[in-house]
């Protein structure tokens, strides 16, 4: 994945940005914070030891994006740039909208074992798209992957069955982040933001919701395919 530069514009004239590579690097980011910690509010599915692994690889990822926006209201508005070789996409939204966005690409490249179905989606990463464009997405980057497999001489999903169970794997990731964020506020009286728990929110939503409604939701695509026979 190539770099991409996510800058915020504000109505009150500042601006905050955030460069976004394939991997992190822990050691440009200093002491790393106590919530980061594995196994405070680690996810219960979580294959990962404390005693092997010091933190926790998605929270550590998600750090830089905590520092820079833990104290903003996530109603505010906000204009967002993404910025990429290729192209530069902007979309006037809300914080919390616009964090959605970055933390799901931060969320998908970083070493947590649950989210390593998620790369390829990372690697074309698609600021703000929306529940449709995304289940078209990650359903084709699915098929396609075991397609991958099969050439391989690998076993291969026929179906999406697999695909489900990577997103009930998520939700329990999600409601365990959301914890550690939420903690930062309990915890630092300096804090008085909510983006970053909101935006895990509207992620964890639509985790939930994918396993059930994936069927339904593809069956909606389908008349875009009839002339492929």
Known sequence: MANLVYRFEFPDGHAESLQVGASA????????????????????????????????????????????????????????????????????TTVQRALRSLMGLLSATSECPHVGFLRPMAHFHLPFSSAEETIYRVASMYLLAQYFRKQQGQPADSGLEGLKAHYHDLQQVNASMAKRLAEISAHDAKSNGDSSVNALVLLDVFAQSMPDSIDAQLEELRPAFQALG
């Open 25 to 92: 690097d822990e050691s440009t980011l200093g002491p790393l914070p106590g919530w980061t910690e594995l196994g405070f509010h680690q996810c219960g599915n979580c294959p990962l030891s404390p005693s092997d692994t010091r933190h926790c690889p998605m929270a550590v990822r998600l750090v830089p994006l905590v520092e820079l926006f833990g104290k903003v209201r996530s109603y505010e508005e906000v204009t967002a740039h993404v910025e990429s070789e290729e192209r530069t996409v902007t979309k006037r």
